[in-house]
């Protein structure tokens, strides 16, 4: 009996670390950013990257009381390609800009990533092209924050669309 209550232990452990460490169905990991290049080109939107971390306590408030909210009502995803970096995740591999096989736990660093969340924008070439968000300060300026960043990275890009998200809030029909 012990035996098989240390396995079901064991099996619900693992079950749980391996949820905690996949990123949110609403954010999708930056598992090939070569070929995130090309989608986002061929739309004229920014590569939008959330840099976090599994252990980060701002990183699980900005995903779930602020990134999956807005992706649930909003069209948001029309403004940019937006994907997760996991910055501690030894071992998991990744492709850059360029094609090239890196780890994810290294690759944020590589971008100057010091601080977990931290919200990148790209073109398609791997510049950055507006200002980073860094940190999650309070959650009320978080949108304001994305919208100005991503409206920046638009008109870099000459993509005459800009996002108003309070606007797409306040229009949404679904309630979260």
Not at 8 to 19: K, M, R, V
Not at 25 to 34: F, I, K, N, R
Not at 119 to 144: C, H, M, R, V
């Amino acid at each position: 009996m012990n035996r098989q209550l240390n396995t079901l232990l064991i099996s619900t452990i693992l079950a749980f670390t391996t949820l905690q460490a996949h990123a949110s169905e609403y954010l999708p990991l930056a598992v090939d950013l070569q070929k995130t290049a090309v989608v986002a080109e061929n739309n004229k939107v920014p590569i939008v990257i959330f840099a976090t971390a599994t252990w980060c306590n701002y990183c699980k408030k900005l995903e779930e009381n602020i990134l999956e909210p807005l992706f649930v009502t909003t069209d948001l995803e029309k403004y940019g390609a937006f994907k997760q970096l996991l910055l501690d995740k030894a071992h998991w591999m990744m492709k850059d800009f360029a094609g090239n096989d890196v780890e994810m736990k290294t690759y944020g660093p590589s971008l100057g990533v010091k601080v977990a969340p931290t919200t990148l924008f790209f073109n398609s070439k791997g510049e950055q092209i507006a200002d980073p968000i860094i940190g999650l300060t309070l959650e009320e300026f978080y949108p304001g924050n994305l919208e100005r960043s991503l409206n920046q990275a638009l008109k870099a890009l000459g993509n005459p669309k800009r996002v108003d998200i309070y606007k797409m809030i306040n229009e949404s029909k679904v309630n979260y």
